[in-house]
């Protein structure tokens, strides 16, 4: 997808960028912090990969990455910009899903991979200050070795920045217990488009004390500010970690499985994560590993308690076992034996994103919708697909399979439509219609994943005009030249 696609075009208020800029930045950054292509004849490393996203669904045309390695050169760049009307995209681990990290036309990139020193960690507190280029992954092993825990989980761990997971407010496997990133954020260093740098890096659990605007920061998808550190509240890694794999009848039945596990697990309960059939059909058949359990089901879930006592756990999880097998709620089960069986099992439901990015496009869809109506959605969209002649048995219907998944403990489903090519037909037929059916249920047409390009023009859908103008003035109050992320849903 490029801008013809959205039918968008490049606004000439904002400047291209000249052999004068990139020998600017040199001297600013190093050249080792600058990767140019077809602005001066010395084009450094490939810069394609940081014009496309993970998918490689959406395509820009950037001729310069920048690679800041403080606060103070973020400052310089995007004082420089802002005078320049130099168009910046904000870049981390570009692990993001909704086109939001990578330019549209020429836009800048500013990535934070070399912003990635750890600040600092308070024991007593679990308090970590961090850049916001340390990987989420490396954050976590840090904690790990000193006890403690990142409150945010995702399949995209091994790649994506923290300051990216902040920027796109990511919610994760494990939102049920630790809560978002609105909560355990407790403090961000930010730099404005005109260069100020917003230093609100509280460590404090508390703090009354005006306008809480870092919480503008969370969620906004680079379109104020770039995001430099972040000060967030870790917990005690738990030392006793349990994983079940279900496989179940009925979505009526993944709901009372859900409710049971609430009263009974309940303050141990770390995760409750749903998976459609086709979507373990997809796992499997792209990593070539077996089924979990003996049976195909309808639908799996998987379970993860965690607490600090083992012994108390296991009574706990064994309880419901036996009560969630007995009332013939759940069909089938196992429980993870050791590490490696529990890693296997959390295979089954981190690796579906990856599975459909192997089988050609995927149409994502992230939402919010009350528990009751969830897996309706997708039950729905598959009917509509099929109806409309897209969806087969064999090679010739252009829809592969519409898949669901997601994290049943938020309320929040992953309706995918795994398509053989991109295709605009099936495109229209899903769209605005799924933005229809979730705005009569009151959902939210992004849960977590953000609006970035993809979902630019249905932000009306989920926020009134009131919210949507609250917004606008936001933005030029904070980027008045409009140079942050530009195109995108803002
Ligand atoms: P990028 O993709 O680089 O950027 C994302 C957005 O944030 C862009 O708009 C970008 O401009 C902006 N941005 C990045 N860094 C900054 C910064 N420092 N300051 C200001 N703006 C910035 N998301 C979930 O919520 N839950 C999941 O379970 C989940 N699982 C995933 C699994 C896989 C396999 C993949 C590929 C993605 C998944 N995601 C999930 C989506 C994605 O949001 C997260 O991977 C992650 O939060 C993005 O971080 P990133 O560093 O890659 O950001
Ligand atoms: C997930 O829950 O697996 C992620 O949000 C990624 C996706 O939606 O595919
Ligand atoms: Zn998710």
Not at 67 to 72: A, G, H, M, Y
Not at 223 to 238: D, E, N, Q
Request: proline letters at 3%.
């Amino acid at each position: 997808y490029t801008s013809e696609a959205y039918n968008i075009q490049r606004d000439p208020k904002f400047a291209e960028v000249t052999a004068d800029d990139v020998a600017f930045f040199k001297s600013l950054l190093g050249s080792e912090s600058a990767v140019v292509d077809g602005v001066t004849a010395d084009a450094t490393d490939d810069i394609e990969p940081f014009n496309s996203d993970w998918m490689r669904k959406y395509r820009g045309h950037t001729r310069l990455v920048l690679k800041p390695q403080s606060t103070e050169e973020v400052s310089k760049v995007l004082k420089y910009c802002n005078e320049r009307k130099l168009a910046v995209v904000p870049q981390g681990g570009n692990t993001g899903l909704v086109g939001g990290s990578v330019p549209v036309f020429d836009e800048i990139v500013v990535n934070t991979s070399r912003m990635n020193q750890i600040r600092s960690f308070d024991q007593a507190s679990g308090v970590l200050v961090a850049d916001a280029g340390v990987i989420l992954e490396t954050a976590d092993s840090y904690l790990a070795e000193r006890g403690h825990l990142f409150p945010l989980d995702l399949g995209a761990k091994g790649s994506c920045h923290i300051g990216g997971n902040v920027s796109t407010n990511a919610g994760g496997l494990r939102l049920l217990r630790y809560g978002s990133l609105h909560g355990t954020v407790l403090g961000l260093e930010a730099v404005l488009p005109d260069g100020t740098i917003v230093d609100s890096l509280s460590t404090l659990r508390k703090n009354n004390t005006g306008y809480d605007l870092k919480q503008l920061f969370i969620g906004s998808e680079g379109t104020i500010g770039l995001v430099t550190a972040v000060s967030i509240l870790c917990p005690p890694r738990p030392r006793a970690v349990n994983v079940a794999y279900f496989g179940l009848e009925s979505f009526e039945h993944v709901q009372k499985a859900y409710l049971e596990a609430k009263n009974q697990l309940s303050e141990i309960l770390s995760a409750f994560e749903l998976m459609d059939g086709r979507s373990q059909g997809l796992v499997h058949t792209s990593t070539g590993n077996k089924y979990p359990l003996e049976g195909e089901y309808p639908f799996y879930c998987l379970i993860e308690t965690s607490g600090s006592n083992a012994e108390h756990d296991m009574a706990k999880l064994e309880a419901f076992l036996e009560h969630v097998m007995g009332e013939g709620i759940v069909a089938d089960g196992v429980l993870a034996q050791d590490e490696t069986q529990f890693q296997a099992l959390w295979r089954w439901r981190e690796g579906i994103t990856e599975s459909l990015s192997h089988l050609g496009g995927t149409y994502k869809y992230d939402v919010s919708i009350p528990l009751a109506e969830l897996y309706q959605l997708v039950e729905d969209c598959n009917s509509r697909l099929t109806e409309m002649g897209f969806v087969g048995d064999d090679d010739s219907f252009p829809v592969r399979a519409v898949v669901g998944y997601g994290h049943m403990g938020d309320s929040n489903l992953h309706l995918n439509v795994s398509v053989r090519q991109y295709n605009k037909e099936v495109e229209k037929a899903i769209e605005p219609w799924v933005y229809e059916w979730i705005q009569k249920r009151n959902g939210s047409i992004s849960a977590e994943h953000g609006l970035g390009i993809a979902k630019r023009q249905y932000i009306g859908y989920s926020q009134n005009e009131t919210m949507v103008n609250l917004m606008k003035q936001l933005k030029g109050l904070y980027d008045p030249n409009g140079i942050m992320n530009p195109y995108k849903y803002i």
